[in-house]
């Protein structure tokens, strides 16, 4: 369970106990539904990680896109809804490089435009001798984006490095030396399902 939700919950359940108070106690039921809502979509589960030269996926949810981008690299576009589980983690190991805010628009996170002109938190992280980059990209309805993680950190591959609050999308951009193993319209689960494999590993 991630610890904002938790808070969150806690605060509307105070809410709920001070209407019920005040009122009528079913006034409050509401209150007591979105802190149950709050719970859920808070909920950070264990993941099993795999193993060897494969990159996983960063975000629970859709493929939206697989696209062709400059120099041979790929892009998986991933849009989360608001009941997938919303915790980000690490494609690879490695060591994050550079991490880039960028304030923007909110479209709805699975529209393409979204890549390009909605908020985002921009990731570049290396390691074996590659480097991936990934978007953390408010949406519609998410307007906080958070990332634990700063420039020099060492991460594990499918380790947590942060969270998009309440429906967003994530975009891993891998480069010619990976082979995509995943097609548009799938599910993935962040840390435990391979999107590529190294080629020639």
Avoid at 24 to 40: D, I, K, N
Avoid at 78 to 103: C, K, M, Q, W
Avoid at 173 to 188: D, K, M, N, S, Y
């Amino acid at each position: 369970m991630v610890r904002t939700g938790i808070y969150y919950a806690a605060a509307l359940v105070a809410g709920g106990f001070v209407l019920s108070w005040l009122t009528r106690p079913a006034w409050a039921l509401p209150l007591y539904l979105a802190a149950a809502f709050c719970l859920y979509f808070f909920r950070d589960p264990e993941r099993v990680i795999p193993e060897g030269p494969v990159a996983v996926a960063p975000a629970d949810g859709k493929l939206v896109a697989v696209a062709a981008q400059p120099g041979g690299a790929t892009r998986l576009s991933i849009f989360l809804s608001v009941f997938d589980v919303h915790v980000n983690r690490a494609p690879i190991a490695g060591t994050i490089t550079s991490v880039e805010y960028r304030p923007g628009r909110f479209h709805v996170a699975s529209r393409e435009a979204a890549s390009a002109e909605n908020e985002q938190n921009t990731v570049t992280l290396e390691g074996d001798g590659s480097r991936v980059v990934f978007k953390q990209i408010a949406g519609i309805v998410a307007r906080r984006i958070i990332f634990y993680k700063r420039p020099g950190d060492r991460v594990e591959k499918g380790e947590r490095v942060g969270l998009i609050q309440f429906g967003s999308r994530l975009d891993l951009v891998l480069g010619p030396e990976w082979e995509i193993v995943v097609r548009r319209g799938e599910r993935v689960h962040a840390g435990s399902s391979i999107v590529a494999r190294r080629r020639g590993s």
